[in-house]
């Protein structure tokens, strides 16, 4: 079994900074790509950013120059750095593992852009 674990969303107000950790955790023998995605109200869940096992990264074209992602392959955990929050940047985020051929997802931190 694999747990994914999220934690640092929160009420941010606009321009404002969260950085949203990841850690993985039970039988894992090595993830390839770690992600985040995030779904908001009546929308389809979407990716935000991915990172390899080797470090390349890409990023959904909404949050370029703006998020980070980074991953320690050692903690099997990984971060997102949000900056320059916009309101519609609100939505539920989830952390995504991919181990073999196996999707594994948390259960979703949310993180609400608002004044």
């Known amino acids: 079994q694999v747990q994914l674990v999220e934690s640092g969303g929160g009420l941010v107000q606009p321009g404002g900074s969260l950085r949203l950790s990841c850690a993985a955790s039970?039988?894992?023998?090595?993830?390839?790509?770690m992600g985040w995605y995030r779904q908001a109200p009546g929308k389809e869940r979407e990716l935000v950013a991915l990172i390899t096992m080797i470090g390349l990264t890409n990023y959904a074209d909404s949050v370029k120059g703006r998020f980070t992602i980074s991953r320690d392959n050692a903690k099997n955990t990984v971060w997102l750095q949000m900056n320059s929050l916009k309101p519609e940047d609100t939505s539920v985020y989830y952390c995504n593992a991919r181990i073999g051929t196996t999707n594994y997802w948390g259960k979703g931190t949310l993180v609400d852009v608002s004044s």
């Open positions: 039970g039988s894992i023998s090595s993830i390839s790509n």
